[in-house]
């Protein structure tokens, strides 16, 4: 009984925007989440909403790098786990969280049982990983189970709701395993946003070609986490616009801007955003 009381003070700030039953869909639904960076900051909004089934998987480990960006990542976590990091602040959150852990991360031997009994999933999984983010959204719709696709791009975050109704995963994406990185990525960026922010044109091109590191900077990241879990909870209660594939929301707050855009790497080649007036 404790801990259920303790549930309802928790999440007490809710009432108002969500009723007893949504709670109740919220507290049941099971969340798994390939990769830990961006999926870091997903991870603990989710929690914070009031999530407690989790599936989470990372192979790695805080670099200085990552500091500007991934919600864990510190001075005093290099060198430790993703996955253990998160699972210290999730517990501190709420205590009752059920999480299973694969610390290889998301592979062939064991993506079938990381979507497995699952209610949605999240795919942050590195591009570098293409076969296992291929096979992680083949896998979850053979299964039915509901996917939600996130990027962030600078100021801009981007988030696809994929389900058993929807285009493909590699439809939408253009990728394929036999095709180079260089048109990999750049089809993937294609399906992730309407344009490329102006900002970030050069390196992306570096990066897109092989020769520099992507850029990120937090409040686009910390923005995709917000959409994500937004979109997740939206779907699990029935509140608000839903769009799903080939629909996408798109934010960007250098310009000010949200839609929802066309998620289909055909429908455009990248191109700079227009500095805002």
């Given at each position: 009984m ?5 549930y309802?003070e ?5 009432e108002?925007?969500l009723?007893?039953r ?5 507290k049941?639904t099971?969340i ?5 960076g ?6 603990i909004?989710?929690v ?21 960006r ?8 290099l060198?430790?786990?993703k ?14 969280i059920?999480?299973k852990?694969f ?13 497995e009994?699952v ?9 570098f ?11 979850a719709?053979?299964?039915g189970v ?8 600078g100021?801009?975050a981007?988030?696809v ?10 439809e939408l994406t ?19 946003a ?9 390196q992306?091109?570096?990066?897109m ?54 998620a ?12 805002a007036?």
């Amino acid at each position: 009984m404790k801990s259920n009381s303790d549930y309802k003070e928790r999440f007490l700030r809710h009432e108002g925007i969500l009723s007893c039953r949504d709670q109740t869909a919220i507290k049941k639904t099971s969340i798994a989440i390939g990769g830990l960076g961006l999926g870091g900051s997903i991870f603990i909004n989710l929690v914070r909403m009031g999530f407690e089934k989790f599936h989470v998987a990372d192979p790695d480990i805080y670099e200085r790098s990552n500091i500007n960006r991934q919600r864990a990542a510190k001075e005093s976590t290099l060198n430790k786990r993703k996955d253990e990091s998160l699972l210290d602040e999730a517990r501190d959150i709420n205590p009752d969280i059920q999480v299973k852990v694969f610390p290889e991360g998301v592979k062939a031997q064991n993506v079938e049982s990381f979507l497995e009994g699952v209610d949605w999933a999240v795919d942050v999984i590195d591009v570098f990983a293409l076969k296992e983010k291929i096979l992680f959204n083949r896998t979850a719709k053979s299964k039915g189970v509901p996917v939600a696709s996130c990027g962030a791009m600078g100021f801009c975050a981007s988030v696809v709701i994929f389900n058993s109704h929807t285009p493909s995963f590699e439809e939408l994406t253009g990728m394929e395993i036999g095709k180079s990185y260089q048109e990999n990525i750049k089809n993937f960026v294609d399906f992730l946003a309407p344009e490329i922010p102006f900002y970030m044109q050069e390196q992306m091109s570096k990066a897109m070609q092989g020769n520099g590191s992507i850029p990120f900077i937090v409040s686009g990241v910390e923005a995709t986490a917000a959409a994500c879990a937004a979109e997740i909870m939206k779907h699990v209660v029935k509140l608000g616009h839903r769009p799903v594939a080939p629909s996408g929301v798109f934010i960007d707050l250098a310009n000010l801007r949200i839609e929802v855009f066309q998620a289909d790497y055909r429908a455009r080649s990248a191109a700079p955003l227009k500095r805002a007036a």
